[in-house]
């Protein structure tokens, strides 16, 4: 079974750029999250869809970050403009099933700096 | 507010020796308790987590933690360290009541195992 992919791995864009992350959920995982860790901080929950609907957004930290999950199935987090305090280490995870008691399978993470 | 705290930020240990990693939530109602790893360069992956039931929880690479509700704690221990242990871990809460799937993470605690 292949995990929950991420892309790209790294992005260096400049302040004001554009960035497009991608995810690729566990195959059949209704459930898709994004998450966030800022260098020294702990990560942080930034939304929630379930299947192509979102569940939960409220860590969004502002109308720069859109998301979107196409048909259900990949999801994709746009950043525009980028300001400096968005980089960070972004996640995905998903999960299946009773919401609550399922654990979260996370990608590897993308890397993006904001310079 | 709801709230994870690791009390540690970095743990050196030398290898062989027991260790424990401490893990203190906020919470008045039932929660769901996780702990994640992440070794360098990798996403998070699940150790162990607690739902219900028996309060000590067995998870893999021989890692166990220990639900203690009066205390609202969920240390992680290990009898015995490999090197290969050596990574960050992260205590994560989910609050199943009120609607939210998300996890709430602690800011998570380096494990160094020194030979």
């Known amino acids: 079974e292949a995990g929950v992919t991420q892309f790209p791995s790294h992005s260096v864009i400049e302040k004001g750029q554009t960035v497009t992350l991608r995810c690729d959920p566990i195959?059949?995982?209704?459930?898709l999250y994004w998450y966030r860790r800022v260098m020294g901080k702990e990560i942080k929950f930034l939304l929630h869809?379930?299947?192509?609907?979102?569940?939960?957004e409220s860590g969004m930290p502002n109308n720069r970050f859109l998301a979107e999950r196409t048909g259900g199935t990949y999801s994709t987090l746009k950043v525009q403009p980028a300001e400096l305090e968005d980089s960070g280490v972004y996640f995905c995870a998903s999960s299946q099933g009773r919401q609550g008691a399922s654990p979260l399978h996370f990608g590897n993470g993308t890397r993006l700096t904001v310079t | 507010a709801q709230s994870v705290t690791q009390l540690d930020s970095q743990v050196p240990v030398f290898e062989e020796a027991p260790v424990e990693l401490r893990c203190n939530y906020s919470?008045?109602?039932?929660?769901?308790l996780f702990w994640y790893v992440q070794y360098p360069n990798q996403g998070l992956q699940l150790l162990l987590k607690?739902?219900?039931?028996?309060?000590l929880v067995k998870g893999i690479n021989g890692f166990e933690a220990e639900f203690n509700k009066s205390q609202t704690s969920f240390h992680l221990r290990k009898p015995s360290v490999h090197i290969s242990d050596t990574a960050e871990y992260f205590c994560?809460?989910?609050?199943?009541?009120?609607?939210?799937?998300?996890?709430?993470f602690g800011k998570g605690t380096k494990l160094t195992v020194n030979p």
């Open positions: 919470s008045s109602v039932s929660v769901y």
């Open positions: 607690y739902l219900s039931g028996s309060t």
């Open positions: 869809f379930v299947k192509e609907s979102k569940q939960d």
């Open positions: 195959s059949g995982h209704d459930n």
């Open positions: 994560a809460v989910r609050f199943p009541q009120g609607g939210s799937e998300k996890l709430v």
